[in-house]
């Protein structure tokens, strides 16, 4: 076997494939219970008498147990480390926990593994450029007008993305750290809609004259103009949540690191403890007259609890794989309801639907 440093380049008179070696989960070498319950649910189906088993058409798909020694041989068994060939396209991970599988429709193998040096150079450029930035404008032993870094390029649309893509990194860093700021001080309490931007304004403390159009207004016009900031800034903080494209950079929600809690929804007298609202219906005001309005029969027939037997391995809970859905603290809220995680391809919005035809069924 020989590694391949760039996936660009076609491999000549050599075979493709993906290896996996792994100390803590090995790939069961034989057909097993474990193996199957780490293939997707695409390439299994039930037999007559109640079991699972590997569809037919998805057999040549398996990964094939072999041995490797140090020097990448495919030696006999026991004479290397144990490990798992996949030779045809990258259909599932076979690591247990990580759950990512691709459908069989996606072709692209370059689609399904980014690595960092082939597709996130301008991230990397602006990370170094950040960090010596930092570091300049900390040398106290350079004049001031010399702490800068210049930064030479053959092309002008690549210096223009990549002085785009550092402007709107540092946006983005100083708006995060900003929240991040703010919400620590409120504590566990956190912060509310009403009091975010000005919260996030106090912790961005920023001077006057470095967001003022006019630095030398005063009085009314001062608190005008700090009002107006205070809006920008509620709606570039709401506007950094919805699902967008910064891969390397997800929102902050996504990673995990900022919690929403909805007002009134749980606790003593929260909505969802109101049973006969979520069993019966409930009163609307129209301009005339009381009307009552039935709840819809998909609510009704979803109580509280989940009634899911817990290990009950048949329901599967597909998402995109987002990385609140991967987190650990959703891994084990999918597991206490027994629900077994799947992830939908990268980069396949469409496939969201499949969510809510799952729950539906
Ligand atoms: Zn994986």
Redesign the pocket.
Known sequence: MEPREDRRQEAEGLEEAYLYLSETAPWPRAMSPELLSRLPSFMKEPTPQGDERVRADSRGDLPEPVFVDSGGMIVPEDQGLPAALIHRNFLF?L?PT?G?AYAKTQRSEKAKLGTLGVDNRSTATTILAVRSLIELQADTSLKPEARKLLSFTDNRQDASLQAGHFNDFSQVALLRSALHKATSAKGASGLSHGGLSRGVFEALSMRFDEYAADPEVRGPARAATDDEFRRVIDYYLYRDLQRGWRVTAPNLEDCGLLQFEYEGLVGTDGLLGETELWTQGFKIRDDTEDRFLETPAPLRLCPADLPLPPGNADVILRTDDALVYASDHYRKFAKSYGLRQEFTPPHTPEQNGSLNRSWAR
């Open positions: 991970c690591e990580c990512v």
